[in-house]
């Protein structure tokens, strides 16, 4: 019978199907495969390869089973798993998750997803009256899990001691317990039992393990004994776990590890005692009136900060000649109390809600109101009408301008910082009040970070247009210190140059000037300035050194050979000749170089100087010869005959 139809259609149907030639075979079974609806079914593969169980055991029986489970999936994806032979009176907590076993491995949670965990209701007993074992079902919340290995966490509380699971057996108690039941088996059984501590340390119970077959040795099991002040713990390690069937565990406790510790009886608290215990006391209204305080807080702070960033951007920007560039152009009235409540909504769904999809968009959205683009800088920015260059001394031009005040939303000033270090605490303090409930929701309160990230790192002072004559100092002051580490030997003279506009009595550039005091014919001086341009996250500072040489001159041909790395423009006057190099890094290092470069190859060599006994010499000869030259000369005159 065909899913859908009636049993007198499917058999018309498929007697119509038979008298049909190859190709009509074809052409129906294309036609059933597209129009008949059923039901699409997902193929997916199961094997567990390992639980390491933790039961924590209390004096008053009362203990919690925590397992890890390591799940092998294929196929996909795997929306439910289902473990069976849990504790009957098993109650869940809300803290269970899943991970990627390679995260798990590095101890990381940055890819968990949390998972549900709830008991299903008992079924039936069976036809041989025995009951099914009770059924602890995980659910993965979204699209579940695909293809890979994984790692689910889940915890759960049970009571021991009503279950009559341990029972005292002279000065030692006996605790039994059955894990879950594997339908593949494992390779390798692990479980961790904590008790409190006691005289006497916990033991394996070989006895109580032992098959009821006698022709049957008990399984191998390996004990691991750590004693503590508080706890004592038994580690059991069993190298096989049959498929189907569950496996029993047994020790030998202390019978005092589960007594409780008689104390002295103490008089009751006085009436005022009383009081202030009630009065401080923890109750679920209390809870909602703090968290009603905490959200009106949170909106009315953030809006506040929203508020005051928009008004300092545009302040700051005003004086810097550029208009500010929010990401949501939006009226200030409307900006800040909207960025304040998506924020407060986004937080409250990402504490409540067990996917953090929906509170984390909203978080976005606020983040997104108070964000600030690099402003654009207008054209001609960097265009300059006449002036004149003047010296400065170097103490004088190169004193650090003063720090900027007023601006408190900024991470790049000392307020700016210490404003959001504290804002961090606060956030901090959230998070860590948040994981005592649920480290999930805890660390989702801690992305929530990018909130401030967006308000203290946009908008800055360094995204608008630099002061030519103040905002090169900090590079210029290291470079003159370079550089005159670098010309040891060499005198010469680091000074300021300013730059004045006509008609105006404020700089508008300031360089550094560096002369030898011996340099060749036709130098005329090496200067070192920085040029800005706009960029993604700011002003690009870009140093560069400018060397000015009379042309034809001696000091031109002696940098011939290092004018092959420069560009070559006009002076300032027309025989002037200005070579400009720039570093291949803007770096302080690497422009401090190029100028003792330069400095040492513009140095006019010194005078050969002769020494004292050859002058001595030269003296006498010259002295010689002059009177050679005024002594008269004897003339020779014939014999007489």
Known sequence: MLPG??????????????????????????????????VARAW?????????????????????????????????PLRAFDVAGVDPDAAPEADAY??????????????????????????????????PPPVLRARFDGKGLGRGVYVLFFRYKTELGQRSLLREEGAMTRLTWSGPVWDDGLDTMRTVFQVPAAPTEPRLDEAAGAPEDEGLAPPMTLST?????????????????????????????DARAFKPVVEAPKAGPALPVRAFEAATAWTPDREKTLYAVAAVALFAVFTGLVAAKVREVSRVSEA??????????????????????TLVAGVTLE????????????????????????????R???????????????????????????????????????????LLGALGAGVWFAWQRSPYHAQLLGLDVVALLGLFCTGRLGELPPDPAAAPIPLLREVSRRVKRGLKGVEARVVGRIRVPDGTPDADEIR????????????????VGVVYAPGAGGALAMPEVLLRVTAGSPCEEAVLRLAVNARAARGRRPEERVLSFTPRLPTARMTAAIAAALARAVVAPEPVKETPQKDARGRAQAVAREQARRSPKKVATPAAA
Request: aromatic fraction near 4%.
């Open 98 to 131: 899943v991970v990627p076993l390679k995260d798990a491995q590095r101890s990381s949670l940055a890819s968990a997803s949390p998972v549900v965990m709830e008991m299903l209701p008992r079924e039936k007993p069976r036809d041989d009256g025995s009951l």
């Open 512 to 527: 550094l000037g560096i002369a030898p005091r011996a340099a060749l014919p036709g130098f005329v001086g090496i200067e």
């Open 44 to 76: 997916v593969e199961v094997h567990v390869a390992g639980d390491e169980a933790r039961v924590t055991v209390e004096r008053s029986g009362a203990a919690r089973v925590q397992h890890k489970v390591t799940l092998k999936i294929n196929g996909g």
């Open 380 to 422: 001609g920015a960097m265009l300059r009408g006449p002036g004149k260059w003047l010296p400065v001394a170097e103490a004088e031009a190169l004193r650090m301008p003063p720090r900027p005040r007023g601006v408190l939303l900024d991470v790049s000033t000392r307020a700016g910082k210490g404003l959001f270090v504290v």
């Open 320 to 341: 810097a000649g550029v208009s500010p560039r929010p990401l949501v152009p939006m009226p200030l009235l409307a900006r800040a109390p909207l960025a304040g409540a």
């Open 5 to 38: 139809f009636s049993p007198r259609l499917s058999s018309r149907f498929l007697r119509g199907f038979a008298r049909l030639p190859r190709w009509g075979v074809v052409l129906a079974a294309f036609v059933v495969s597209v129009g008949v609806p059923g």
């Open 225 to 253: 004994v750590r004693r503590g002040r508080e706890h004592d713990e038994l580690e059991l390690v069993r190298p096989y776990a049959p498929k189907g069937e569950a496996v029993r565990w047994a020790l030998l406790a």
């Open 351 to 378: 504490l409540i809600l067990k996917s953090g999809t929906a509170g984390a968009v909203l978080v976005a959205a606020a983040t997104a109101l108070c964000v600030h683009r690099t402003p654009v800088w207008p």
